[in-house]
Nanobody
Framework: QVQLVESGGGLVPSGGSLRLSCAASTRAFNLYTMGWHRQAPGKQRELVASITSGSTTNYADSAKGRFTISRDNARRTVYLQMNNLKPEDTAVYYC?????????WGQGTQVTVSS
């Protein structure tokens, strides 16, 4: 069982920045693909960004050019740097981990962007 703990959410004005962190409990962290998802009220959960064990990254179109996902295997932590935030980025952001699919999920952290 892998435990994931997110941090770094909060309230930020439009155009601001936040960095989310997700700490994982597994010593096999380096083997996992890590992802950041988000869910806004009344909407389905969507993948925002992912990073493989080999550090290949993938971004949703809405995140390209503004968000950066990175990982620190020594710290068993994945980050999501979010710049130029927009009100439509408001959501609960979830960290996830898996090998072939995302099997493990964190509790989520709220990000609110004011207009």
């Amino acid at each position: 069982q892998v435990q994931l703990v997110e941090s770094g959410g909060g309230l930020v004005p439009s155009g601001g920045s936040l960095r989310l962190s997700c700490a994982a409990s597994t010593r096999a962290f380096n083997l996992y693909t890590m992802g950041w998802h988000r869910q806004a009220p009344g909407k389905q959960r969507e993948l925002v960004a992912s990073i493989t064990s080999g550090s290949t990254t993938n971004y949703a179109d809405s995140a390209k050019g503004r968000f950066t996902i990175s990982r620190d295997n020594a710290r068993r932590t994945v980050y999501l740097q979010m710049n130029n935030l927009k009100p439509e980025d408001t959501a609960v952001y979830y960290c996830a981990a898996g090998i072939q699919r995302f099997d493990y999920w964190g509790q989520g952290t709220q990000v609110t962007v004011s207009s």
